[in-house]
């Protein structure tokens, strides 16, 4: 770039009179940049410098046949024959922790594109229908495809298809759980200033409790009754902030001073004391038993043994469950 | 139209004179303090520079290129040291009876030698509780904070998430910038109460380095759980450490001490703007960069004086007209203890796309080949480690895996990596535990860092 005069585009003229001289206009792909740029700021390109005339071609494949992230916009191009899906040297390569090393195969032949899963642990889902390992699933334009938590949308084009962007983009993280590792964003961080407030679900005295084990509070005082607990709003005990607890998680039954907690099938199961609930089959809680809903851990308490023990845990909090305030 | 490579900021490129230099001050060949910056600025702590694997990419079909960031910091010595927020997490648990808590104590108390009364400290026990020995306070009265160090006794089990928490707030407590922030967790055992699994522990320790809260992983003897403390290590962003021996331990923390003081970077962030048809495949060694369609970013380590810390990743370019064209632009910030404020750096990597694909040979850059066969064998390393662990690989086959790996190491000049390999090996040869060691080598060759 040292000998090459530079030339002042003869577009700055018919450009906005205001920058006349001071805007070079690449010509790769033709977008005007302020003058002092010494690369184009949409393609790179040297500004100025000259493009070999001699082999001008697009810069993009029209026909280029990618996966592409919904989240990020990342594109993960796929070539014909065989395309390996992974964390590690991979040729679609996944920088998650929810996707095994060697995750699945994607096999292209023309317009015939396949994923089988090659023993995945967080598995692999096409349009929501989760493949068994080592069988062959045909996918098409607009497909949804996801490796343990990454979802990636087929496409022949480079972009990803009208008919799929308004679908479902939009309650996607709302509605499902997440399976595997924790996602990208940072879990905000909770501070000490601002505990949450109890939550109280039943009517008449509190006989039982969960106890936050992060000590974050938020903690659940129980009366005799039968809750529902889950992610979602229109359960009587809202798990909000933990992904990887389900919309309908787990079920808790207080009746003549017996609990039972219930999973009634969440996709990352209910460990009572470290063992997994066989889903539907009600146990049986015991004070001090440590119960994990998703990631998030509680401690069961009886009610008589330590209402003195905690005195955050107001006996006459308000009946609102999630908008109790401490006085 | 040779030069390819634009280096933002000028030190002596001992390699090749395809490197084009913006700014002239050679400012690591001579004595930083006295070289003058383009800016006419105080000199900083650290200087960046982006080199391409190639100076040549293919115009007429796709390919991936390798892309190297060296951040290189000043060897001298700052007149001035930034002060230390420290909290030591001292496990107390039953097995830690005897000579291994004698030992963590009188490292505690080598501690309380080291620091100043500029700096903070705290101290914090945990087996089934947690017991705050010392709040978060400057390092004053010495005689008082070893007299309450003195009484620690062991206890039970191990509640490793509480201490840990407990030690993080700690250090959030201090209500003032300009510290080092650090905890050092020591512990010899399994999570035995509390919150016990991975990811849980991990994240934490992830959540604190969002806040500026470093986390140094110290796991002693035989029994602790060596994915567990270097997960911390690495998500925490701080150092990990085997001590094999009590009688090591005080030697240790006065290591991580050491480079606590002499850190002259922190809360490193990088960030990389890509052009249409460029992005990033994959960032070598970091535990969670985001990538997104024009851009990847993430964050390193603290960088102590006198270090070159090598940041390797992969482009994928599509094809382009033939031309030159700059492919990557680097943004990095960080917090300079020399300045006391928050530095960037700007650099970019500038690659020609030519229709030859014979030049494509002639333009590979042999510093970041050889920083490409120290992450392969950092990979290599860690499939013998796996082997070990699942008993698919016999004695002999690690050892010999070891070996090639260890040869590898030295000829790409990573010799203290090499020398824990040697350590690994003599260990295997011995029926000792080289998983541990192996563990935190692969963890030190992913932070790429080394002396300058």
Redesign the interface.
């Known amino acids: ?2 000998d090459v005069t530079q030339i002042m585009p003869d577009q700055g003229n018919v450009g906005e009179p205001t920058q006349i001289g001071t805007v070079k206009i690449c010509p ?2 033709q977008t005007t940049n302020p003058g002092l740029e ?9 500004l100025d ?4 005339e ?4 697009p ?3 029209e026909d280029t046949l990618c996966l592409i992230e919904r989240k ?4 993960f ?1 796929l070539y014909e024959g065989d395309n390996s899906v992974g964390r ?2 991979c040729d679609v ?1 996944l ?1 998650d922790s929810s996707v095994s090393r060697k995750h699945a195969q994607i096999h292209v032949e023309g317009s015939h594109i396949s994923v089988t899963d090659i023993g995945s642990t967080n598995g692999t889902m096409v349009n929501d229908v989760r493949l068994n390992t080592g069988s062959a699933a045909e996918v098409s334009e607009g497909a949804e495809i996801r490796f343990g938590a990454v979802s990636l949308i087929m496409s022949m084009h480079g972009e990803i298809p009208d008919t799929v962007q308004d679908a479902s983009v939009s309650d996607f993280n709302a509605d499902k759980t997440l399976v595997g ?2 996602p ?1 964003t ?2 905000p ?1 909770l501070t ?1 200033t601002a505990p949450l407030s109890p939550i109280r679900v039943g009517e008449g005295e509190v006989v039982a409790k969960l106890v936050r ?3 974050v509070g938020g903690d659940i005082l129980m009366s005799e009754g039968e809750f529902t607990i889950g992610r979602k709003k229109e359960n009587m005990i809202v798990i909000f902030n933990d992904p990887f607890v389900s919309g309908k998680h787990a079920e808790v039954n207080i009746a003549s001073g017996v609990c039972l907690l219930k999973d009634v099938g969440s996709s990352n199961g209910t460990l009572v004391n ?1 063992s997994k609930l066989e889903p539907q089959e009600p146990l049986e809680l015991h004070d001090g038993d440590e119960i ?1 809903f998703g ?1 998030t ?1 509680y401690r069961f308490k009886t009610g008589k043994d330590n209402t003195e023990a905690e005195p955050e845990a107001p006996q006459d909090a308000p009946n609102e469950p999630g908008e109790s305030e401490q006085p | 139209m040779e030069d390819k490579t634009q280096q933002m900021s000028g030190f002596p490129d001992p390699l090749s004179g395809a490197t084009q230099r913006m700014n002239v001050p050679p400012v690591f060949g001579g004595d930083p303090m006295a070289q003058p910056t383009a800016m006419g600025m105080s000199v900083r702590a650290l200087e960046m520079e982006v080199i391409m694997g190639n100076q040549f990419a293919e115009a007429t079909k796709s390919s991936r290129l390798h892309q190297l960031v060296l951040l290189k910091s000043s060897g001298t010595a700052i007149a001035r040291r930034m002060p230390l927020n420290v909290c030591l997490a001292i496990d107390r648990s039953g097995s830690m009876e005897g000579e291994p808590l004698e030992y963590a104590k009188r490292a505690c108390e080598y501690v309380v030698d080291l620091l100043d009364t500029n700096d903070i400290l705290s101290i914090v026990t945990f087996e089934e509780h947690v017991e705050v020995v010392m709040p978060a306070r400057r390092v004053v009265n010495k005689n008082l904070i070893k007299q309450h160090i003195q009484r620690i006794t062991p206890g039970n089990t191990t509640n490793l998430y509480d201490g840990l928490m407990q030690a993080c707030m700690q250090v959030a407590s201090v209500n003032a910038t300009g510290y080092v922030n650090r905890v050092l967790i020591l512990t010899d055992g399994e999570p035995t109460t509390g919150i016990k699994d991975f990811n849980s522990i991990v994240q934490h320790a992830a959540d604190n380095k969002m806040r500026g809260i470093t986390v140094t992983a110290l796991g002693f003897g035989s029994e602790y759980n060596e994915e567990l403390m270097a997960g911390i290590a690495r998500r925490g962003s701080g150092n990990y450490y085997y001590i094999s021996q009590p009688a090591l331990i005080p030697e240790i923390f006065r290591k991580e001490l050491e480079t606590l003081m002499t850190i002259t970077a922190r809360n490193v962030r990088v960030r990389f703007s890509f052009p249409r048809g460029v992005q990033c495949r994959y960032v070598y060694g970091v535990a969670a960069p985001s990538i997104s369609a024009r851009g990847a970013e993430f964050v390193l380590p603290d960088i102590e004086r006198g270090c070159v810390v090598a940041n390797l990743s992969e482009l994928e370019l599509d094809r382009h007209i033939p031309g030159t064209y700059r492919v990557v632009k680097v943004e990095m910030s960080y917090e300079d203890t020399c300045t006391g404020k928050t530095e960037t750096l700007t650099g970019e990597g500038v690659v020609e796309f030519v229709t030859d694909s014979s030049r494509i040979q002639q333009g590979v850059n042999p510093m970041v080949q050889s920083e490409l066969e120290v992450h392969l064998a950092t990979r290599n390393l860690e499939k013998t480690m796996m082997g070990m662990r699942t008993q698919q690989l016999t004695a002999m086959g690690a050892l010999s895996d070891l070996q090639r790996t260890r040869n590898i190491l030295i000829q790409s000049g990573k010799l203290d990596q090499a020398q824990e390999v040697t350590q690994a090996i003599d260990a295997l040869q011995s029926g000792g535990d080289a998983e541990k060691t192996l563990i935190g080598t692969i963890y030190s060759l992913d932070k790429g860092k080394r002396k300058a």
């Open positions: 770039m040292d790769v792909c010494t690369y184009c700021s949409e393609c790179g390109f040297l410098s000259h493009p070999d001699s082999g001008v071609m810069t993009e494949d990020s916009g990342r594109k191009r590690e040297n390569l920088a590792d924790a990208n940072p879990i961080v000490q084990a992060d000590g470290g994990v990631k851990q």
